[in-house]
């Protein structure tokens, strides 16, 4: 289990984390640019009670023509994506920690005591629950009747989607000393693919848990500690049989998917995400600046350091442009080519920590506050 007072001392110097001001970079301010595209809000909801005070982000879920929230409390709701109306609503009793997954009819929560909740995706109904060894704080990955889940000891499960029997559980020493957070497993094909503490990437099969290939992101180097992170904290991107993994304090590695052979590696820090689109690899560093990579080489694109210090989440890629949220409740979009900004609009003023969501031409975002809303751009 983590270490509660590591973890505490992390909040302190992290970007992105509470803390001591004298250890942090001052936000850059924003700057005036030539708006090319409106942004319009098509809806608006409430998505639940505020998580801004709590280290917990609970990204939505969206599953066919509905995306799907939970709050810290416990609430879970089903809206319709087109317009906003709220579907349904349930209550789990329980803190909930690690959320949002839908699919395979099925909207999977985890709480903070490490248990996952199963609901129908129809009506709430719950359905199964089942115990972990300990919390999660990423969302599960469900395909092919398994729900997989990585809880903060370094094990990662899989449940039956059927009844939440649990199939199988992939164990690793995690080291005392890590970042507040874990990957989310991201299923593609018959392998699980995700990241550790450690610095190293693992495949698993689907069904067995049975362990495929293990790669180093990075080394743990430095003097003491928290110079050695080298935490795998954010989901491994596959585009085309080739994975993007990336580290805190260490690399992004391009790499066979099915073999697990580095095609290259490049040095970066990130703890919040990567997106892609047919060419690119885009992530946000741990400085608050956007990077763009060229997906066969590594070569560096562009760097977008205007949003430095702001506390950025995960970019991602939609029709040409890189989305991305910031500490203030801003979402900035940015040309795909060259990183110039394109547009600009704002959701509340609490942060945007989960990754925006991409479905036809709208974009779903929500913030810490539960504010959840429904942008489209448009030409001026």
Known sequence: MKNAAFVLCLLLILPGCGGSKAVREEPAKLQDFAVE???????TADSGASAVKKAVVLSPALDGDV????????????FAADSGRQRWETHVSRL?????????????VVTKKGEVIALDRADGRRLWASNLSSQALAPPAISAGVVVVQSVDGK???????DGKRLWRYERTEPALSLYGTARPVIVADAV?????SG???AVQVRSGKLLWELPVAQPQGRNEVERLVDVDISPVVVRNVLYAASYQGKIIALDAQTGRILWSRDVSTFSGMDADANNIYLTDDRGNVLAFDQRTGASVWKQE???ARRLNAPRYVDGLVAVGDFEGYVHWLSSDDGHFVARHRIGSSAVRSQVIVNDDKLYVSNQSGDLAALRLETN
């Open 37 to 43: 595209k409106r942004v319009k809000e098509v809806w």
């Open 67 to 78: 995306l799907y929230t939970s709050d810290p409390k416990g609430r879970v709701r089903a």
């Open 96 to 108: 909930v920690t690690g959320a949002t997954a839908a699919g395979d009819g099925l909207v999977v």
């Open 156 to 162: 990662l499960t899989g449940l039956s989607a059927a």
């Open 193 to 197: 693919l995700t990241g550790f503490a």
């Open 200 to 202: 190293k990437v693992v």
């Open 306 to 308: 205007q949003l430095r």
